[in-house]
């Protein structure tokens, strides 16, 4: 598949203005202008274009929700806040190319018919934060954004704002108290940010991958998108692979393109003599999945089947030189120090797992503690506020299915079996 979304990417020196247009930048917007805004949900909705940045929600149809008639003034807010273990690809947007997001924004916003955007922007990404205020200027002295666009009669202000630096920021009503100069805590889901969201006023958020598939969706039309995917998936997808692979990277496929695919045909595969042990297919909010799944289409649907979810599209990759139970405990550590507090499950429940895995790992478990860890990751995922402790614990629940016998190994012989410079103890 020819790149679509990376084609003119250069982290090192980002096209500019007048680069970016030379390649065809800013086409989406002309089309655009030629449409009704209700036209272009229309046609984002019939591409099946569903939402990158984790949820898989429809983007058509999250924007035909909001209502055309939602009182002013509306805001959009395209999530730039990846910070997950294992998630890059935004990273590679924002720095390799900020004018695609800009134009993105102001298509997705002309649709919604929104006059102020923010771009949230990952605290750890200052500089790519600085690359697209730069683009911003630029466009609003080219006359691309501010008052009457182009002579259309839409007016939009984009602002980026940089992120505290928090993981839960990435959470869509988080990073609406964030923008709003509140503590991140998640809001309740009602009322939901599209009557309710900045200031109490209808928003909506996407993240920035989905946002940019708009302009192309409008410049070659739905049923183009939608056979750009194999396998049942709809249009192409950023895929990051690392791990114990020998070319980490990211890589824009075919959406539902499968992860014996992706592993090793353009990550380059495991090292010599190594081979699969499992592999988080979506970033470390998602379940561990086996080699016997690598053949599942890369979608949301075929992943959900398999007992996981296809979250950012981000691949981790174990090998059976890797300890499952150390891997685990580092994706636990993060969650847990990344909680924000508010809820006592989340807050207290996720160290509490991290005590006892760091038990196991060091060799000092004991055998009821992988029940505990069963019991106690259900109890947290079903008592928490929001979606935050569940995504925490599924790579924990996961590990205790897929590799129990490296756990039971950890508690009987009191070490890692890889480790071969410890006896067994007696």
């Known amino acids: 598949m020819e790149a679509l979304l990376t084609r003119y990417l250069d982290p090192v020196a980002p096209l500019n203005l007048v680069a970016y247009q030379a390649t065809g930048g800013y086409r989406g917007l002309t089309a655009a202008f030629d449409l009704k805004p209700e036209k272009i949900i229309d046609i984002v ?196 692979v690392s791990g114990k692979v020998q070319h980490p990277g990211l890589f824009e496929l075919p959406c539902g393109t499968p992860a014996r695919e992706l592993i090793f045909e353009y990550a380059g595969g495991l090292d010599e003599g190594r081979t699969l042990l499992g592999f988080l297919p979506g970033g470390a909010s998602t379940a561990f999945l086996l080699p016997e799944h690598l053949d599942v289409p890369m979608d949301f649907d075929p992943m959900a089947e398999a007992g996981s979810r296809l979250g950012t599209g981000s691949i981790i990759v174990l090998d059976d030189a890797t300890c499952p139970v150390k891997v685990t405990l580092n994706l636990m550590r993060f969650f847990a120090r990344e909680s924000c507090g508010f809820c006592t499950p989340c807050r207290d429940g996720l160290p509490y797992l991290v005590q006892i895995l760091t038990s196991i790992s060091s060799g000092e478990g004991q055998a009821d503690d992988l029940e505990l860890l069963d019991e106690l990751s259900t109890t947290i995922a079903s008592q928490s506020f929001c979606a935050f402790a569940p995504g925490a614990v599924m790579p924990l629940v996961s590990s205790l299915k897929c590799f129990h016998e490296h756990y039971e190994h950890h508690v009987t012989a009191g070490h890692c079996r890889f480790d071969k410079t410890v006896k067994d103890k007696t």
């Open 45 to 240: 909705e019939a591409a099946n274009l569903r939402g990158r940045g984790g949820a898989g929600f429809p983007c058509g149809l999250k924007w035909r929700l909001r209502g055309a008639d939602a009182p002013s003034p509306r805001y959009l807010i395209c999530n730039l806040d990846e910070s997950e273990p294992g998630t890059f690809k935004d990273r590679y947007l924002l720095y390799g190319s900020p004018h695609q997001i800009i134009e993105a924004i102001i298509v997705s916003a002309f649709a919604l018919q929104v006059e102020r955007a923010f771009i949230f922007v990952r605290g750890e990404y200052a500089k790519g934060g600085n690359a697209l205020n730069q683009a911003i200027q630029e466009a609003e002295t080219a006359g691309l954004l501010g008052t009457n666009i182009g002579g259309s009669g839409f007016n939009l202000q984009i602002e980026a704002h940089l992120s505290g630096g928090r993981y839960i920021c990435g959470e869509e009503t988080a990073q609406i108290n964030a923008i709003e100069g509140r503590r991140p805590n998640p809001r309740p889901k009602i009322p939901r940010p599209s009557t309710h969201g900045l200031w109490g006023q209808p928003t909506t958020s996407n993240n920035v991958e989905t946002l940019i598939n708009v302009p192309h969706i409008l410049l070659n039309g739905a049923d183009w998108f939608r056979d750009l995917g194999v396998n049942g998936g709809c249009g192409s997808k950023l895929f990051c």
